[in-house]
Nanobody, 127 residues
């Protein structure tokens, strides 16, 4: 089992920045990728960014490219999502997820291929 706990959400003005953290505990493996997704009421949970746990490869949604960055600290078992130049449309609950990359069906943006999820943290961007 892997437990994920997000933190760092809050209220910020448009143009501001936030850094989300996702602390992982339990069984963690080098073949797990860590992803960030977000969801607003009435819409599907959408992919934001992902990173391999040990390899450092990253992926971003088009909406996040150039504004968000993802990193990890393997000593602290923590993944970070740095969000800059925030827009009101970034308002959502942000979820951290861990996925086993070994199956051929795994894809960083496909939420069904992630095995574990955190409880989410609210990000609100005011205009």
């Amino acid at each position: 089992q892997v437990q994920l706990v997000e933190s760092g959400g809050g209220l910020v003005q448009a143009g501001g920045s936030l850094r989300l953290s996702c602390a992982a505990s339990g069984r963690t493996f080098s073949y797990y990728a860590m992803g960030w997704f977000r969801q607003v009421p009435g819409k599907e949970r959408e992919f934001v960014a992902a990173i391999t746990w040990s390899g450092g490869s990253t992926w971003f949604a088009d909406s996040a490219k150039g504004r968000f960055s993802i990193s990890r600290d393997n000593v602290k078992n923590t993944v970070y999502l740095q969000m800059n130049s925030l827009k009101p449309e970034d308002t959502a609950v942000y979820y951290c997820a861990a996925g086993d990359m070994r199956p051929s069906s795994w894809h960083p943006a496909r939420r069904g291929t992630y095995n574990y999820w955190g409880q989410g943290t609210q990000v609100t961007v005011s205009s």
